[in-house]
């Protein structure tokens, strides 16, 4: 999608599954996704988001069926911790990346993805830790990454690998 394509006056089709939003200078996160109850989709790559703590909002029909969320390149300093409290988000996400953000550290409530198959975190400078909760989640992992994290400090033996 283009930034003129972006509907900026009207609402996002109720039916959509997949949405690309990517590389058209977003700073903040558009509430209007949240009502997309068909989404299993979503790439915000490549924008200028800052802050997405609305996706922890507490409805519980927010993004239901959502398995892929694609926030790589953006200003992302930090990830909710209510966003791995959904039992539809700890149900669904499959795949997450966050690479080419801020982030500092991850949210210790991670292992409640039940589903992650993908987490990549490249090129995070900022990021120093990795929450020992993470090794819960390593098995099911068939890809995780946290290539050029360069002041990554600490992290659990059973991710050493990926690292």
């Known amino acids: 999608m283009e930034r003129k394509d972006y509907p900026l006056t009207s609402g996002f089709p109720q039916h959509l599954e997949h ?34 703590s609305v996706l922890a909002c507490k409805s519980r029909n927010r993004l239901e069926n959502l398995t892929e969320l694609l926030l790589t390149g953006n200003q992302i300093e930090r990830l909710p911790d209510q966003l791995f409290e959904h039992p539809t988000i700890q149900r669904n ?9 801020k982030l500092r550290t991850l949210p210790l409530n991670i292992y409640k993805l039940s589903s992650i198959r993908e987490l990549v975190l490249n090129h995070n400078p900022d990021l120093e830790f990795l929450p020992h909760t993470i090794g819960q989640v390593a098995p099911s992992l068939r890809l995780f990454s946290a290539r050029e994290c360069l002041n990554l400090k600490w992290y659990p033996k059973s991710i050493s690998r990926y690292v």
Not at 23 to 37: A, G, N, P, V
Not at 93 to 101: A, G
């Open 19 to 52: 949405l690309q939003a990517s590389q058209i200078s977003l700073k903040k996160f558009d509430m209007r996704i949240l009502s997309l109850r068909q989404l299993v989709h979503l790439n915000l790559s490549y924008n200028a988001l800052k802050d997405i």
């Open 93 to 101: 996400l499959c795949v997450l990346h966050l690479s080419e953000n």
